[in-house]
């Protein structure tokens, strides 16, 4: 079985400090994102990485910045983190794009993040 | 770019009964995928279900079914015999026929089954 695991379940951080958060993926998927949740909006793509050091911008990157240094492992990054910031924050990973019967994009846990 | 509504924030059913949560899309692609994952109560979000747009028969897997129209971009699924652990968000996705298997979500639907 896929397992994408993220560093913390819950987080609370003080407006303005830099934020770390950390996912991890066990399966050798070359496909790599960050989401965040807000209520009645659904999951937002915040950006991507199809590769080691390669990243895109989603939906909403303002704000945000990205790291992948190795394949298993992608790191949001809030670098002065703001109230409208507070959210719940997914990763997830997939296969590269094959449109196989098993290519989709399997999640994490998610981090509770709250800016105080 | 494509968008995913899904018009229902909540839903509630009696256990053993069925249920049908709606969801709509827009596309000016001819091949793609459609989805929906279930997110339980503190729990991760998982596949409940896909779609490929190129076959005419609905997706079904076990008590989950949809209702694909394609003319019409709508893409309903039915949750026959509900079960208490069936209560979660649900949400609907599209996957065009991009690089890196990028989603679009819609809003989500909150089901509670009741006993």
């Known amino acids: 079985d896929v397992k994408v695991t993220q560093s913390s379940r819950y987080l609370v951080k003080r407006t303005g400090e830099k934020v770390f958060l950390e996912c991890v993926q066990d399966m050798d998927h070359e496909n790599m994102f960050w989401y965040r949740q807000d209520p009645g909006l659904g999951l937002r793509l915040i950006y991507f990485?199809?590769?080691?050091?390669?990243?895109e911008k989603g939906d909403i990157p303002e704000g945000y910045s990205v790291s992948r240094e190795k394949k298993e492992r992608f790191s949001l990054i809030l670098e002065s983190a703001s109230t409208n910031q507070t959210s719940m924050y997914l990763c997830?990973?997939?296969?590269?794009?094959?449109?196989?019967?098993?290519?989709?994009?399997?999640f994490g846990p998610g981090t509770r993040l709250t800016v105080l | 770019a494509q968008t995913v509504t899904q018009s229902q924030p909540e839903m509630s059913v009696q256990e053993a009964e069925t249920v049908t949560l709606s969801c709509t899309y827009d596309t000016s692609e001819s091949n793609y995928y459609l989805f929906w994952y279930k997110q339980p109560p503190s729990r991760q979000m998982i596949l409940v279900i896909r779609q490929e747009a190129y076959k005419q028969q609905n997706a079904t897997e076990n008590r989950f079914s949809v209702n694909f129209q394609k003319a019409a971009k709508s893409f309903s699924l039915k949750i026959s015999d509900s079960q208490l652990g069936d209560t979660a968000m649900y949400f609907c996705a599209f996957m065009g026929n991009n690089a890196g298997n990028m989603l679009t979500f819609g809003g989500g639907t909150r089901l509670m089954v009741k006993p």
């Open positions: 990485s199809y590769d080691v050091k390669m990243k």
């Open positions: 997830a990973s997939s296969p590269p794009t094959a449109m196989g019967p098993t290519d989709t994009q399997y």
